[in-house]
């Protein structure tokens, strides 16, 4: 099992940043490829960044392209915690913002995967007012 908590939603103004951050337990961090999905009232969950499993090196990632330029995933396998440094932020990146994790996976495949991975956080809401 890998229990994964977000934390650092909250309101903010129509270009300005929030950086969330998720934090996993359970195994081996490294072995899993980690991804933020996002979800707005009545729309289905979809993919926004995903970076690969690393057993220490690599770290390749994927963008949703409404986010590309604008988000970046990264991850701290000795803190056992992946972040999303969320810049530029747009009233339509409202939504809850869900963490997920899957095993040996590339960032890649985490959004070919999508809803079907394996472990996911609560979620953290997120709301950029105009």
């Known amino acids: 099992q890998v229990q994964l908590v977000e934390s650092g939603g909250g309101l903010v103004q129509a270009g300005g940043s929030l950086r969330l951050s998720c934090a996993a337990s359970?195994?081996?961090?490294?072995?899993?490829?980690m991804g933020w999905f996002r979800q707005a009232p009545r729309k289905e969950r979809e993919f926004v960044a995903a970076?690969?499993?690393?057993?220490?090196?690599?770290?390749?990632?994927y963008y949703a392209d409404s986010v590309k330029g604008r988000f970046t995933i990264s991850r701290d396998n000795a803190e056992n915690t992946v972040y999303l440094q969320m810049n530029s932020l747009k009233p339509e990146d409202t939504a809850v913002y869900y963490c997920?994790?899957?095993?040996?996976?590339?960032?890649?495949?985490?959004?070919?995967?999508?809803?079907?991975?394996?472990?996911w956080g609560q979620g953290t809401q997120v709301t950029v007012s105009s």
């Open positions: 359970g195994r081996t961090f490294s072995n899993y490829a």
């Open positions: 997920a994790a899957h095993p040996l996976i590339t960032a890649q495949g985490m959004a070919v995967l999508g809803i079907k991975a394996r472990y």
């Open positions: 970076i690969n499993w690393n057993g220490g090196i690599g770290g390749n990632t």
